[in-house]
């Protein structure tokens, strides 16, 4: 039943080896030991049309194609994930946790491969609409250490943007400065978060972001 309240959209951005899945359940689940009706998902993915698409741009590696045939797929995602998961929480007031969204297409496939982000800015306006972050907690650190921590997880974890030798360190590299970037250009939504502490120390800044209220 819809509360007539809208929720909370809070996103969790970053490079590779950031920590981004593991901070998101830490956060969701700390939301909801306060109290809070909570909404964890993801990107790509998130509904099971989300996680089939999720499969094909995970599984990409070593072939050659375009980068806007990467966003058009992650967009094609996130229209569904929004449609499906997304609006319907907020509508009943529940704080949506999402590891990934659209920023990181912009991050990637803009910033990190060179497709046009005015192009990719227009797809986004037609996946989301008016469904945007309240706030976005960017977890920094140098892409070096990002990776390294990645290729040392578990295989089962290592996406081609990791592998694929396509996508080497200057590509990561260009990935955190558009990061970087977009949090400069748009301070009432980001903040940025020094991610190579402690996963604990970490948990524990992101929620003190977070209860901090709205930015």
Known sequence: MATGVRGRFLTLEGP??????????????????????VCLTR??????????IRGVLLG?????????TDAFLFNASRIQHVAEVIRPALERGEVVVCDRFADSTLAYQGYGSGAGLATLRGLEQAAIGAVRPDLTILLDLPVEVGLARRLRGPAGEVSRFEADPTFDVAFHARVRAGYLEMARGEPARWRVVDATVSEDDLAARILCVVMEGPP
Not at 16 to 24: C, F, R, V
Not at 60 to 68: K, N
Request: aromatic share 0%.
């Open 43 to 52: 990107e790509p993915g998130g509904t099971a049309v989300g996680e089939r």
């Open 60 to 68: 990409l590696s070593g072939e050659q194609h375009a980068p806007l």
């Open 16 to 37: 590779d080896g950031s920590g981004k899945s593991t901070q998101a359940a830490r956060l969701a689940g700390s939301l909801r030991s306060a109290g809070h009706a």
